[in-house]
């Protein structure tokens, strides 16, 4: 009877003390199931409901095109979500909007998470978000016009050069039928402002110059380096040589377009677009950006994407929710990246391309990552200096004088905070 009543007790405790109440999700697309992009997000939320009677969520869809600026409206008049995903925002955490979480992280977990998905997550030292993948990017080749036009396809192993990249879009250039006019093209890529032309950072990186650096203990731009400078003039002669005409004034979207209809073949942009290639029975392959000399690393970048917890004044309801993003980041849901062509942030979750060579380079590309950090003036700092790349690839500016004016106006943004 005695241990009857304590059994009792226990029940009736837990049940008092369990929060029971509405989660406001703010959630952009991830891969598509049904024709819904949304639909994972939607099984997560049904799934944590049927395990914790009283809680229940309400979720607003919200686009990558405009969703950002949703989020700024619903800040400024404080009227934010509970939760929401994407790169870390860290203007949010600057403000003390979001919740640092880092005491509802054990040293073990924390371990399991690989160094680029924790940096970039973090803000001033501190965890600002759960880490659920990582992006990067990659040179994208239509391998049948590789073939027919003789181009050797570069390897991870054997990369190729700047010189060898310029000499294969000129091949990769030409007019099939006979009446002079070009038929298929190198090159493509959104030479359009940030995000689109971030894409091709990596080629700057791998000439050997840098975007940002700590000096002083403080974060400072270094985008104007002499390595830049001639990695920008180098890019522009791609673009105005072997891609179709005012190909830096178009967006991704145009550019993808262009490689999916076969007319293209070179283009670079993240691995999301692994799936809907393959769905278009493309003939594809995924190789990495080029080295300035044989031997020299590879190069790309990326970003990480987390779960990122707006300010609680329920402490109950904070716990919940912290419950359930862990549950959505878990190893075994990050097996489902798969489906979206990015990778894992937790060691644990395996090599989840194991069965997917093309997908195994991928990953292999994407461990040279380059994470820009996290900061509150990253997105407008992104915006200027793409800004001014473009105008070089569209031949309207100076390539020294461009990056000279976006080094400094990053610097002006930085030192605000």
Known sequence: ????????????????????GTIYIWDFPAWQEDGDNYAWIKRMMSEFESSHPGVNFKLTEIPW??????????????????????????????????VSVDKYLTEKE??????????????????????????TKVVFINVDLFKKRGVRIPTLDDPWTFDEFMEAAKKLTFDDNGDGKIDYYGFAASGFPAPDNVHLWPFLLAYGGKLFEKKDGKLRCAISSKENIEALKWLRELFQKYAPPYMAAYGDADAYNLFRSGKV???????????????????????????KNKGDRIWSIGDVSSYQIFLQKDKEKLKTIVEFVKYITSAEQQKNLTKYGQFPTLKTA????????????????????????????????????????????????????????????????????
Do not use: C
């Not at 073949?265 to 080295?291: E, H, K, M, S």
């Not at 997908?359 to 590309?365: R, V």
């Open 1 to 20: 009877m005695k241990k009857f009543l304590v059994m009792v007790l226990l029940v009736a405790t837990l049940f008092v003390f369990s929060w029971r």
């Open 65 to 98: 095109s405009g969703g950002d600026k949703k989020l700024d409206l619903a800040v400024a008049s404080k009227r934010w979500p509970d939760m929401t995903r994407g790169p870390l925002r860290a203007h949010y955490a600057a403000k003390g909007v979001l």
């Open 110 to 135: 924390k371990k399991n998470y690989y160094e680029a998905a924790l940096l970039g997550a973090s803000y001033n030292g501190r965890l600002y978000g759960f880490p659920f993948y990582m992006t």
């Open 265 to 291: 073949a070179i283009y670079v942009t993240g691995t999301w677009a692994v799936p809907a290639f393959r769905r278009a029975n493309l003939n594809f392959d995924v190789v990495p950006y080029p080295v």
């Open 350 to 417: 395996g090599d989840i391309y194991k069965d997917d060579p093309m997908m195994q380079k991928a990953a292999i590309i994407s461990q040279h990552n380059y994470i820009i950090p996290p900061n509150p003036a990253k997105d407008k700092i992104l915006e200027v200096i793409s800004r001014k790349i473009q105008m070089v690839l569209l031949g309207k500016e100076d390539a020294k004088k461009a990056l000279k004016t976006a080094q400094d106006m990053a610097n002006k943004l930085l030192d605000r905070f």
